[in-house]
Every structure is written in C-alpha cells, then in structure tokens.
C-alpha cells in the first residue's frame, strides 16, 4: 500500500509495519487488555479507537517492535 509520495495507507503504522499480516487478539476488556500490554512492556501504537458499531481495538508493539491487534466486539 506505499507509493512513492510515502502514504502507508494507515496514519499510525509505518509503511515497513505494514508489509506484513496484522493479526487481531479477541479480547473482553479492551483498556485493561492495553494497561497489561503496556505494563508488560508494550508500546501502543494506536490507543483504544472506536470501530462504528463494531467494537474498539488498539494496535500494541511488543518490545521486539512485533506487532500485534487488539479487539474488543461490541456486545449486542
């Protein structure tokens, strides 16, 4: 998804970030699945977003720059 004018396609992941699959964890509590991240080590990426109706996720970097999706669905 990069071009030569540098867009990612993403505003928060680089475009080195983005050669790879970005896979997604199914988490119940999506702040304090960030907090344990974040105390484990992690960087956040992209902080707790909304997903219109679907739910919320956040994109963590763990200390080796791997990096990793989180996802909370929105319960009906």
């Not at 956040?44 to 200390?63: L, N, R, Y």
């Amino acid at each position: 998804m990069s071009s030569k004018s540098g867009y990612s396609g993403s505003p928060w992941l680089s475009a080195e970030q983005l050669r790879a699959w970005l896979a997604y964890v199914r988490v119940d509590d999506i702040a304090a699945a960030t907090k344990k991240a974040k105390s484990l080590g992690a960087t956040v990426v992209k902080d707790v977003t909304e997903v219109m109706g679907a739910g919320q996720f956040t994109i963590i970097s763990d200390p080796t720059g791997a990096v990793l999706g989180l996802w909370e669905p929105k319960t009906k």
